[in-house]
């Protein structure tokens, strides 16, 4: 069984427009903005609007909508930042990593030689 979703967490309330954003991109299904504590240049994360926890309890539609924005603005931060990489990444419930309990999959152009900050 999954936990229920919480209105309240941060991610929600980014969405609803209740707390600030650095936002680089929207459409029906995902909005994207720019991590608050970025564990490298130009890190970024993808959510889906549809309120959804995790991995576990996203709709397969939504979470295909998160992923087609995450290689979109992937390639397009690739390009930008002049990237040789990218790392993509996503946690799910606290033994999993998760802090913010609102979906969101990680998008952190990557450096030949430079490793991501703690
Ligand atoms: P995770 O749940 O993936 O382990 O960690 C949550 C991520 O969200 C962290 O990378 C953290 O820096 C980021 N984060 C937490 N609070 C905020 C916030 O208020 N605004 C933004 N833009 N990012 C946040």
Redesign the pocket.
């Known amino acids: 069984s999954t936990t229920a979703y919480d209105n309240d967490n941060?991610f929600a309330k980014?969405l609803r427009g209740e707390?600030p954003?650095?936002k680089l991109y929207e459409d029906d299904e995902t909005f994207a903005?720019?991590?608050?504590?970025p564990?490298g240049d130009g890190?970024f994360?993808v959510i889906p609007k549809k309120p959804s926890r995790n991995i576990l309890d996203v709709a397969p539609d939504s979470l295909a909508a998160v992923m087609r924005t995450v290689q979109k603005l992937g390639r397009a931060a690739k390009e930008a930042f002049d990237a040789d990489g990218l790392t993509v990444?996503?946690?799910n419930e606290a033994a999993g990593?998760?802090?913010?309990f609102h979906l969101?999959v990680?998008v952190i152009p990557r450096f030949e030689g430079i490793a991501l900050r703690p």
């Open positions: 941060i980014i707390l954003s650095h903005f720019m991590d608050i504590m564990r890190h994360l990444q996503q946690f990593g998760q802090v913010v969101h990680h």
